[in-house]
């Protein structure tokens, strides 16, 4: 259930002053208000949204809002926004509405966004302060609003309480799938510990609110993937000591802030994955649900395969950032003439690095565009030479070299060439 108290939290430097704070740890949402004169309702609510988790009320500033959060695949902050934008326009009794100002706003975790809108009724006028933020499949929404008349008495608190909102990652146990709680070092429930056994790794996790899994259940794979098409079985001791030494020198090669532009939530580490119809698969990237499985082998898979795998999982978050879609009209212009990817054609999935194919890194690149870029990126990563090298010869291939460039570096402009050399260097 969600808890509404009253906290002590610092305003000014010289003083504190009394606030109301909403947190809801089951959402992972939440956001503080002044005391005086605001109620909160996180139960009973009045105004009938889907999605509310908290309604905001004071009737002496005419000032209402609602926080919710909401299950929204593949949609991001802009889309949500737009989509926001345009249900408050067909409203029964919006006669107009006009958007005053957007931006986006950056914060430590998620994707954000943040709309000025005047709505025009029938019989009043209404300046609205929207505020909406993604973390993989979820959407959180803050939305306050209030008479035109009271816009300039109120405006200072109004955009004090949207920015004081936040939206984190909702931990679950790896084993019983029980909520765990981010300090904790165990499942209270059960008992599984709440962190990889690495401290780099657990550092990296805490300070990216970004959980990894390394143990993960059956049960808990079912509650994830209820379709049953994923799946991923524990991972021993031998195999963690051998992969996540890997999987920790290979995302510290990002800058800071990085991971907190991709919207993913979780990492999984299992021993073998299991996706229908397709075989020996290394990892997947489930974009709709911000989770990344990579699969451990002791010594089946070469640890610059595995490097290759880290980044490959990546490329699909930073490949789907803007727009939540795979389908890229400008990257099949990279492709030889005539060529169409096909999967049974190009099939089995095969991994390797490979120099006799024009225009790609390996055979698995050939089965899907997706992938494609993946391959790239991520032996651009791995095999950083050998694949520049490649580039000088192929064009195919050096188109396409600039073009996973350019994408990374939109996502995380400290991914520029510098940062490119430095991988260079470091082989």
Not at 12 to 32: F, H, L, M, R, T
Not at 293 to 305: K, P
Not at 350 to 357: A, G, P
Request: proline share 4%; aromatic share 12%.
């Amino acid at each position: 259930m969600a808890i509404s108290t009253f906290v002590w939290l610092p305003l000014v430097a010289a003083c504190q002053k009394d606030v109301q704070v909403y947190s809801n740890p089951d959402e992972g949402a939440q956001i503080v208000v002044p005391a005086k004169g605001f109620t909160l309702r996180d139960r009973d609510f009045e105004w009938g949204f889907p999605g509310t988790v908290c309604e905001i009320e004071n009737p002496e500033m005419s000032v209402q809002g609602v926080v919710r959060v909401l299950f929204r695949k593949w949609m991001t902050p802009n889309g949500y926004a737009d989509w926001r934008e345009e249900s408050l326009r067909k409203t029964a009794g919006v006669k107009n509405l006009t958007r005053i100002d957007e931006s986006t706003p950056s914060r430590d975790f998620g994707s954000w966004i943040q709309r000025d809108w005047l709505v025009e009724l029938s019989r009043e006028r209404l300046r609205y302060v929207f505020l909406a933020a993604t973390r993989g499949s979820r959407v959180a929404e803050f939305l306050l609003w209030v008479d035109v008349n009271q816009w300039e008495a109120t405006k200072e608190t109004l955009y004090r309480i949207v920015n004081s909102a936040i939206f984190q990652s909702v931990w679950y146990c790896g084993n019983c799938t029980r909520r765990v709680i981010r300090k904790a070092a165990a499942c209270a429930a059960c008992g599984t510990p709440v962190y990889p056994p690495d401290s780099a790794l657990e550092e990296f996790s805490r300070k990216n609110d970004i959980q990894i899994i390394t143990q993960p259940s059956e049960t808990f794979m079912k509650a994830l993937y209820p379709d049953g098409t994923i799946g991923a079985t524990c991972a021993g001791e031998k195999l963690l000591a051998r992969f996540l030494p890997t999987l920790r020198t290979e995302i510290s090669r990002y800058p800071e802030g990085f991971f907190r532009g991709v919207d993913l939530e979780r990492m999984i580490v299992g021993a073998e994955l299991a996706w229908t119809g397709h075989e020996g698969t290394a990892g997947l990237a489930t974009v709709w649900n911000a989770t990344i499985l990579y699969r451990a082998l002791d010594g089946l898979i070469l640890q610059e395969s595995d490097r290759r795998a880290v980044h490959h999982e990546i490329m699909h978050f930073i490949d789907t950032r803007d727009d939540r879609r795979i389908e890229d009209p400008e990257w099949v212009k990279l492709n030889p003439w005539g060529f169409e990817y096909d999967r049974k054609k190009y099939g089995p999935e095969r991994f390797d690095f490979n120099r006799s194919l024009t225009g790609f890194v390996s055979q698995y690149s050939m089965t899907n565009m997706a992938d494609d870029k993946a391959e790239i990126y991520g032996w651009l990563i791995a095999r950083p030479q050998d694949v520049l090298e490649r580039a000088k010869k192929d064009k195919w291939i050096a188109k396409k070299v600039e073009y996973v460039k350019k994408m990374a570096f939109k996502v995380s402009p400290q991914l520029d060439e510098e940062w490119w050399e430095s991988l260079l260097q470091s082989k």
